[in-house]
Every structure is written in C-alpha cells, then in structure tokens.
C-alpha cells in the first residue's frame, strides 16, 4: 500500500489530472454493507482499481482549480503514524497534545501573537470562521448569552466583511445564531479590497440605528482573487471602535513564510483571532485548518464546559494543562498537528515560504502569457497566487464555463470558474507546489485549442 500511494504521488504527471468515474466502479462503490470479511489485499486491490485513478486530483501540477493545496510526502506518512497512535487530542496528559502545542507556540510566534494567545487546530477555516464569530459574540454579550441564547439578548448585533468575502463567514454568522443577513458585505475597491471610508459609513449607519456592531472580518487573500484587504487599517479601525478583529487567512496568512509576501500582510499581528489552512498554502494533506486567538481566556470563556466524564485531575493521565476541548466545539479530535509538525520539520519554514512565493511567480507568468495573447482576456490583477482570465467571445459567459469543463474532461489542467462583477472567469489558483511554469504554459495553450474549437468547429 505504501509502495502504491508514494509511486501514485511520485508519476502524478503521467495521470490525468481528472477524469470522471466509470459507471462500472461507480455501482460498486454503491454496494452494500459487507457482512463477511474480506481480505486486506482485495480491498487494497479495490481502492487501486475503483478510488484512486478517480480522485479529485489536487496531487496533480496540473490541478488549480478552487483553493487546493498538493499535499506531500512526510505528512503523509505523519497520518500514517497517527492513525496508528489513534490519538484522541481533546485533552489529558499525553506528547500528541504536547505536539499540538508546538505547533501552537510556532504560530503565536510567526504572527507576532502574546504568549496568553492560544491556538489549535481544526478541520479548515470553516470552522476557525464560526469560532471567531462565536468568541466574538461571547465577548460582545456576555458568557451568560451561551445559557440564555442570541434571542434572549436586547442587542442586535451587526460584523462587517467585504464583499469578497468567503462564503463561509455569512454561513459562520448563520450557524451562529445571527443571521447572515447582520453580516455587513461592505463594497471593494478596484482590487477587490474593502474600502474602509465605506466601512466607516455602515457602521456608524448601524450606532444610528440602535444596533451593535461587534465584528470585523478582514481578507487575507480572498477566494476570488486572492485580495488582502488593508489589515492595519482595519486592525486600527476595529481598535477604534471596539470590535473583535478577526482576519479570514485561510490561503493567504501563511503567505507571512514568505519574505516577498510578509509586508503585504502587516497588521495581521494586530488581530484578536486568525484562521488559516495548512491544507492550502501549507502543503499539509487534508485536513488541517487553525484557529489561532490572542486572548486564551476569551477563547475559554466561548467554549469551556466541563462534564463531570471530563474530570480535570492534578496527575495521572486526565492531568495536563492544556485540554483543546476547552478552546472548540470538538471533544474528540484527530492528531490533525502531527502531519504538520512533521511537514514544517521535513521542509522548513523557509522552503515552505519559497514554495509559496514559487505558486506566485507561477501565477504572473501566466498572467504575462494572457496578456500576451489577444485570444485571452485577463478578467482582474494578479495580487498573490490566483489568475482570472476568460476567452474573448460574443457569448462568452457560456462559451468559457464550457471551456472549463473541456478542460477538465481533457485531463491536462483543471481550473474552476468564478463570477466576477457579473462576467464568467476562468479561475487558476496556483497552490500546489508541483505546478510549474509550463503547466501554466498548459493551460493557456490548452484554452486557446478548446476557445478554437468550439468558436470556429471548421478550423479544428
Ligand atoms: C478555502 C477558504 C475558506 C474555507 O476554508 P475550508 O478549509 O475549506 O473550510 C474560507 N475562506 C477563504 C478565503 C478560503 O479560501
């Protein structure tokens, strides 16, 4: 098995990047739950034949699609040694918690966070976005509001996001008890950054209306086109006025790794709570998102509950200080920190950082290349690691949501599509640290021959 998954990982080129499942593996992946056992060697056989050469194929340089990292090799065989271990990370007394804090006191020390900070790690930003939304609402409320609930509370609390924004913050204010309708998606500018005179102004709209704003949710790297809002502006504007300062990094806070990349992220030190994904820009395999928040108390205060099954004692194995159970909604939780400690500690933080300015350097050779070629037409400014573009067309809405699909169906490159103000993109983020210069090269090449053959049949 492990000599199957390092040469799937190894001769990645030789495999299209995607191909769609058979039928046939297909209806056996719908069979029933076996009542007899089977041999390992056979079930090993049907993953050979019926899952892998069907994967999403974000392994693949050629995968850059969405917000995707590719993995590597030493966090694989880290969720190897983990799911050994079968470690519970909830709490207790035990080096997998201890690895975990590691990690934590790396992260408090690279965003320039106090050591009352704490961090942990959780399944993507996601999550990390509703934790920041609830610690935010706890300390705008008041503990007794996680007995009494939103609706017991006189105050109608309103955040602020820009309008780029993820869609998991209007979902994190949802499954808060909110509403998405109190999240404020403030306008941007001509890069996709808020405009802060236009945050100012809702805010102050929202005092006048007798509401209370309490959060603010500042972009590093947004989804569309990888935007970093100005985040010691907003840091000193939510200081200003009193609101948690939470910043969305799930692509791009790790981008401080990077010396060319750091600058762009000042302010960032500033905030109260940070999400961020070590399965994106991190190369961590999935998953393994992080919350990291200044104020370990505050962090307590929103999700501490002890069960008397949860007795805390001075020794033994229910000892231990830290218990991650007390800082998230999880009890059970998986050694997510071991594949990432082993992943900083094969590659250091400085390759870590080179690789992803590499994705970058990736990323505006192929902006150069669409701007070379008349065909083309880039659709917003390359700022980090993520390329809008789309084939010139009468009907180019249709035409370029089709030629994604051909793209992906061809094998050789997979972006995604994105709308952006109103038009059909092609979107390539370049995450994966295997993608190279010709593999943008591949995909401009490859979106001419469709955008040809589908705009003029008779010359294909
Ligand atoms: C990917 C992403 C998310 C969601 O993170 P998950 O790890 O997929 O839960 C949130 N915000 C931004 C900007 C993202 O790129």
């Known amino acids: 098995m492990l000599d199957d998954i390092l ?8 495999r299209p990047v ?13 069979a029933p739950l076996p009542c007899n056992p089977s041999e390992l ?54 080096a997998p918690i201890a690895v975990e804090e590691q990690v934590a006191g790396w992260m408090r020390k690279l965003f320039g966070f106090p050591e009352t900070s704490a ?27 996680r007995r009494s609930g939103i609706a017991a509370c006189p105050q109608k609390l309103t955040a602020y996001a820009s309008a780029a924004s993820h869609g998991s913050v209007a979902k994190a204010m949802d499954m808060a008890g909110i509403g ?8 941007t500018d001509g890069h996709h950054r808020i405009s802060v005179t236009a945050l100012e102004a809702a805010i102050t709209a929202d005092r006048q209306a007798g509401r209370t704003p309490f959060l603010l949710i500042g972009n590093a790297g947004t989804v569309d086109i990888g935007a970093i809002d100005a985040l010691d502006s907003l840091a000193r504007l939510a200081g200003h006025e009193g609101l948690w300062f939470h910043v969305d990094g799930a692509c791009g806070a790790l981008g401080i790794l990077a010396p060319d990349l750091a600058p762009l992220l000042a302010g960032i030190q500033e905030a109260d709570s940070i999400a961020f994904d070590f399965h994106k820009w991190g190369q961590v395999p999935y998953d393994a998102g992080f919350f990291l928040a200044r104020d370990r108390a ?3 205060a929103t999700f501490s509950s002890h069960g008397s099954y949860l007795r805390r004692e001075g020794r033994g194995l229910a000892g231990g200080a830290f218990w991650p159970c007390d800082f ?3 009890l059970s939780r998986g050694f997510r920190a071991l594949k990432t400690w082993f992943t900083l500690k094969a590659h250091g933080s400085q390759a870590l950082g080179e690789s992803i300015s590499h994705t970058c350097r990736v990323a505006r050779h192929l902006e150069a290349r669409i701007a070379e070629t008349p065909e083309l037409e880039l659709l917003a400014p390359v700022q980090l690691n993520i390329v809008c573009y789309r084939y010139r067309a009468t009907n180019a809405d249709e035409l370029n949501a089709e030629l994604v699909a051909d793209l992906h169906e061809s094998g050789l490159v ?47």
Do not use: K
Request: aromatic fraction near 6%.
């Open 7 to 14: 040469d799937y990982v190894e001769n990645i080129r030789e």
């Open 18 to 30: 995607w191909q769609p499942m058979t039928p046939a593996a297909r209806s056996r992946l719908q």
């Open 41 to 94: 060697g056979a079930i090993h056989a049907e993953f050979m034949r019926d899952v892998l050469p069907y994967a999403s194929g974000n392994v693949h340089p050629g995968f850059m699609g969405w917000a995707q990292g590719g993995g590597n090799v030493a966090g694989l065989l880290a969720e190897m040694l983990a799911a050994g271990l079968n470690a519970n990370l909830g709490g207790r007394d035990h």
């Open 119 to 145: 961090g942990l790690f959780v399944t993507g930003t996601s999550m990390a976005n509703l934790m920041g939304v609830l610690a935010a609402r706890t300390l705008a409320l008041g503990r007794d509001v």
């Open 180 to 187: 998405s309708d109190a999240l404020r998606l403030i306008p």
């Open 298 to 300: 505050q962090l307590g």
């Open 328 to 330: 998230g909604p999880d």
């Open 414 to 460: 997979a972006p995604s599509v994105t709308i952006l103000d109103g038009r059909v993109a092609i979107r390539a983020a370049i995450l994966n640290h295997r993608t190279t210069f010709s593999d943008a090269d591949a995909l401009v090449e490859a979106t001419l021959a469709f955008g040809e053959a589908r705009t003029n049949p008779l010359a294909a």
